[in-house]
């Protein structure tokens, strides 16, 4: 069920939108700086990335409940859309 989950994720996310954010990134930068605007846009998902593990390592660590991880985890994306 896991497997079916991640790949629905992953088409979801990847391959319905991805080809518009590239789009929206490009003409972000505008032709002098697209090269930093794809700077800031593989930056700024890295660094979300690793607020949101470790995020979710000291509510694990601390909690010791995955639900607590699942349920932060949840939240962040709502807020986040």
């Known amino acids: 069920m896991m497997f079916l989950l991640y790949a629905f994720w992953g088409f979801t996310t990847i391959c319905l939108f ?38 979710a390592f000291l509510l694990f660590s601390g909690a010791g409940n995955f639900r607590w991880v699942v349920l932060a985890t949840s939240v962040c994306t709502f807020l986040s859309g």
């Open 18 to 55: 991805w080809a518009a954010m590239i789009r929206d990134t490009r003409e972000w930068g505008g032709i002098g700086f697209q090269g930093r605007a794809f700077g800031w846009l593989e930056g700024g998902r890295g660094a979300v990335t690793a607020l949101l593990a470790t995020f």
